[in-house]
């Protein structure tokens, strides 16, 4: 007989069952009681009485299995992004589960953005083995999040679902397969309004959260509050682990685990696109360089010849290493191979991060924008990197940086700025640590850097560094040793260097048609640049200390109270006339931004962010301002990144 337990009070499934024994529990919460689940579960049956909740905790997908499931009309099963099993006995409870997602739903997903839905059908008659790498039978209900349109559930609304509807078209498609034979709009029927609800969604399916994998240890939470994957689509080779200190990194239970083997492969499902590969790795056993080296390789191409992790650790064991990758992925997932050379193949974590920007981002993101704005945002970079150069000439009595490297280790400078936005590098959409920032960084060549050897009395003439000529076509920009740029065409700057240019490369194709400028989001950029200036008169009135109210910043700046007012949002405008004092009150009631400056200062780095976006009542994307004065459109999966670092959840 299965055990039974009868829920009171909130409760975290670990704190009251352990995994083994939850195996043939059956569930029951009732009252206004909650139960939460954080890996993936398998329950007798889960019984939800009241107005009682139970949540699938978001994060690396999860499954929650049970062999049955009954909600009250009040109740609520939060799935999150995780997926849902029944293995029922009897007859199917398909039309119970899918009454329990439509109408007023009782399967809610909180971090859906209104283009995802609860996909349901009835294994009985798809005839799956499998679910997610998992061993299903037939008596089993599948219920997957996935997007509007998405009918194929290939995580993606592209032409492919079209087809779909095509070989089914005005048809009555058996209940527990309509969704899978075309039925996007879920009304049971396949027609032609089927294909509008594609034709809303088309390429809005990428998903762009990253995949993060702890090779050879459990899940866990990163310095970043990044969730890693426990090690999980390996073939071949076996996990090691070892104690103690890392080097290098503050991260050490990611790098005491790995998975090693003479051959093995890692292959796991992602969105077709372009991504920022990370390979991170730490020697455990070996004390020289050569006695372990090899090879590795990422859809279908060596990255990694006779790869040494001591001798690229400087000569240290139990020291982090990580190396970056562009690549691209065309069949939907990444296959990543490791071969030996000399004695095993190692790796501890392997991190990928989608570079494409999502639709409702691409035309804030910069990628599409003409060359020569892209030139002056290129001249913008070169001038915050000659301004880094001379930052560390002051700490380094007079003398300039070996390499861009360096002056990322040593400079509040963010990455992306070594990132040439004429060059074909796009940079990753996600956090990053700062041993990943060095690979990615470190794999650049989007700027020619000559300063090694100079000191800040080089002449002005001397160019310091300049973009490659290599990856850029047309005029090039450079930086010179007064700290100025310049804009030369090719010739003369190779004349002036003493040397030849190789041809140039050809200019980037045309960008897509440009999706519209919300006039909206532009707006409340500009809402948040005003705050950065009124941010900067009060940082310099205040001995660098940020305001401990938002509001508070209004008293040492003319900055309207309209300024505050996401026109995002359906906020009315401020009441007027206010007092000055009645001005910093209603600004600190207000919750279309959110501050998180209390605390901070002027010497916070540039990526702390001070202001964003209250995304109660937004799904695309929100917009951030940052400690350096930028302020940057982000969709919604790398906000939550970026606010969890900040200690925020959305």
């Not at 329990?100 to 997903?109: E, H, K, N, S, W």
């Not at 290098?248 to 239970?253: G, K, L």
């Not at 292959?267 to 372990?292: C, D, I, K």
Request: proline share 6%.
């Amino acid at each position: 007989m299965p055990a039974h337990r009868h829920l009171q009070g909130t409760n975290h499934i670990a704190e009251w069952l352990e995994p083994r024994r939850l195996l043939a529990a059956d569930v029951v919460v009732d009252g206004s009681n909650s139960i939460s689940f954080d890996d993936d579960q398998t329950l007798g049956s889960l019984t939800l009485l009241d107005t009682a909740r139970a949540t699938v905790l978001a994060g690396s997908p999860k499954i929650l299995r049970a062999g049955a499931l009954s909600i009250a009309s009040d109740a609520r099963l939060d799935l999150n992004n995780n997926d849902l099993l029944i293995d029922y006995e009897s007859s199917s409870p398909f039309i119970t589960l899918r009454d329990y997602t439509l109408g007023d739903p009782r399967i809610v997903a909180s971090i859906s953005d209104g283009s995802q839905v609860l996909a349901l059908f009835d294994n009985a008659l798809l005839g799956a083995t499998a679910w997610r790498e998992r061993p299903i039978d037939m008596s089993t209900v599948i219920g997957h999040f996935t997007w509007v349109g998405d009918v194929n559930l290939d995580d993606q609304v592209t032409g492919d679902d079209y087809t779909i509807i095509d070989s089914n078209l005005n048809t009555t498609p058996l209940a527990g397969l309509a969704w899978l034979s075309g039925d996007a709009n879920r009304d049971g029927l396949v027609t032609g309004d089927d294909y509008t609800v594609i034709d809303s969604n088309l390429h809005n399916g990428e998903l762009p959260g990253a995949l993060r994998i702890n090779a050879g240890g459990p899940a866990l939470l990163d310095s970043l509050a990044r969730p890693f994957d426990a090690d999980a689509g390996f073939t071949g080779g076996q996990v090691g682990n070892f104690s103690g200190d890392v080097l290098n990194t503050v991260d050490d239970a990611l790098f005491n685990s790995f998975r090693s083997g003479a051959s093995f492969m890692l292959s796991r499902a992602v969105p077709n696109g372009n991504y920022t590969l990370l390979l991170e790795f730490a020697e455990p056993v070996h004390t020289a360089a050569g006695q372990r080296t090899f090879d590795v390789f990422a859809e279908g191409n060596q990255v990694l010849d006779d790869f040494d992790v001591f001798a690229a650790a400087g000569a240290f064991q139990h020291a982090a290493v990580a190396r970056s990758f562009n690549i691209h992925v065309s069949d939907r997932r990444l296959d990543v191979g490791f071969i030996g050379v000399t004695d095993d193949a190692i790796v501890s974590a392997v991190v990928l991060v989608p570079n494409d920007a999502p639709p409702a981002a691409q035309v804030y993101s910069g990628e599409y924008q003409a060359d020569s704005v892209k030139l002056v945002r290129a001249a913008s970079q070169l001038r915050i990197i000659g301004q880094a150069i001379l930052l560390y000439s002051n700490e380094n009595r007079g003398r300039f940086p070996p390499d861009l490297l360096t002056l990322l280790r040593t400079q509040d400078i963010g990455y992306e700025s070594f990132a040439g936005p004429r060059t074909s590098t796009l940079t990753p959409r996600g956090e990053l640590s700062a041993l990943e920032r060095d690979a990615f960084v470190a794999a650049l060549d989007d700027f020619v850097y000559r300063g090694a050897g100079m000191n800040n009395s080089a002449p002005p003439e001397a160019v310091v560094a300049y973009e490659n000529p290599s990856r850029v076509a047309g005029e090039l920009n450079a930086l010179m040793g007064d700290g100025s740029v310049r804009t030369f065409d090719r010739q003369t700057l190779a004349a002036i260097l003493g040397t030849t240019f190789p041809e140039a490369p050809p200019a980037p194709p045309l960008p897509p048609p440009a999706i519209p400028l919300d006039a909206r989001i532009v707006q409340s950029q500009s809402n948040l640049r005003q705050m950065s200036q009124a941010f900067s008169n009060y940082l310099n009135t205040n001995k660098g200390h940020y305001p401990a109210t938002f509001g508070e910043v209004a008293n040492f700046s003319s900055i309207d109270a309209a300024a505050f007012v996401n026109p995002r949002t359906d906020s009315p405008p401020p009441p007027t006339p206010m007092t000055q004092s009645e001005k910093v009150a209603w600004i600190n009631a207000g919750t279309d931004y959110r501050y998180l400056g209390a605390g901070q200062r002027s010497s916070a780095r540039g990526d702390t962010v001070i202001v964003y976006e209250n995304p109660q009542t937004i799904s695309d994307g929100i917009n951030i301002l940052f400690a350096d004065g930028s302020v940057r459109f982000v969709e919604l999966p790398w906000a939550q990144q970026i606010l969890a670092r900040a200690g925020v959840g959305l």
